[in-house]
């Protein structure tokens, strides 16, 4: 995984609830056994006419060029449905490395985590305040401290991690990772059991 501490970029906003996960990443794209490649059909049915050619939906946000970055902020409810991790792939093979929500279903929280996208759960009004931006507004989201920034308002609001997530997501660790940084005390501590 990327090493992950603080982000400051545009962003895109989808201001939808209940978006689940077949709507994330449809199941007839879940075929693929590696994790590259999800992100061209992130909201799919949303995003393209049903042609079979990919004929980008001109309404679709994330067809407007005018719109782009690397945090997507999105209605409460975020990632509800079945608990396919591909999800959190097509997210971040499409190029964001956060979400924004005042609610995110447990299990994509946690695929999102496993898999390098911060899943960032803000008040329903300080949502709201994003939404108002302008399409040029910029968020900066900081990890170490927890904080996620309106640049534009100077508007802050602090949000919860885990602990030890959040330790791997600024070492840029996965479990094994974590693990494996951990080698000499786990040696220790076996030796001091013997």
């Not at 209940?18 to 049915?45: H, M, S, V, W, Y």
């Not at 999800?87 to 447990?106: C, E, H, I, M, P």
């Amino acid at each position: 995984m990327q090493a992950f501490k603080e982000i400051q970029s545009t962003f895109v906003p989808l201001p939808m609830e209940n978006i689940d996960t077949d709507q994330i990443i449809p199941a007839r794209f879940l075929k693929a056994t590696t994790r590259e490649g999800f992100g061209k059909n992130l909201f799919r049915d949303w995003r393209y006419e049903n042609d079979n050619e990919a004929t980008p939906k001109t309404d679709f946000i994330l067809n407007n060029p005018l719109y782009k970055g690397s945090i997507l902020v999105a209605g409460k409810n975020f990632g509800c449905g079945s608990s396919r991790e591909h999800a959190a792939w097509a997210v971040l093979d499409a190029g964001f490395n956060a979400v924004v929500s005042s609610f995110f279903a447990d299990i994509f929280k946690n695929n999102a985590l496993n898999n390098g996208v911060l899943p960032v759960v803000v008040s329903d009004e300080f949502l709201d305040q994003i939404f108002q931006q302008p399409n040029t507004g910029t968020l900066t989201i900081n990890l170490e401290t927890q904080t996620i920034t309106i640049d534009a308002t100077g508007a802050s609001e602090s949000f919860e991690i885990n602990t030890y997530k959040k330790t791997c997501m600024i070492n840029g660790f996965d479990d094994i990772d974590f693990l494996l940084s951990n080698k000499e005390e786990i040696i220790a501590y076996e030796k001091m059991q013997m």
